[in-house]
């Protein structure tokens, strides 16, 4: 995965974003071995999903956790399938060597 720093990309308090299997992060985030496995859980998400339909099913699912959560955007952003894969896993650092595809919606992670 093709890191990039930079104090543009991500937005916000975000540290780190992965934009199609390229991670823009900010020059003060700490990439760690975990925060660089989850970016790489997501990559291999977008790369089942074919990337525009990943980004489709994560912004209709945030939305409809959002109205679930009253408006809750932590929560809601937390509960997004593909979120709850890579933070279960992110500490895992063999965790892509067993990954079955389409994990994220297979409750193998929990």
């Not at 934009?19 to 997501?42: C, D, Y």
């Not at 937390?78 to 994220?104: C, M, T, V, W």
């Amino acid at each position: 995965m093709k890191v990039i720093l930079n104090n543009i990309i991500p937005f916000g308090r975000f540290g780190a974003i992965n934009l199609f299997g390229v991670l823009f992060a900010k020059r003060t985030m700490s990439l760690t071995p975990e925060v660089i496995n989850h970016e790489e859980i997501h990559t291999r998400q977008m790369r089942e999903l074919l990337y525009i339909p990943f980004y489709i099913v994560y912004v209709l699912e945030w939305g409809l956790r959002l109205i679930k959560n009253r408006g809750n955007l932590y929560r809601s952003y937390r509960e997004i399938s593909f979120e709850r894969e890579a933070y279960s896993n992110g500490d895992d650092l063999s965790y892509l060597h067993r990954r079955k595809p389409y994990a994220q919606w297979k409750n193998t992670h929990a």
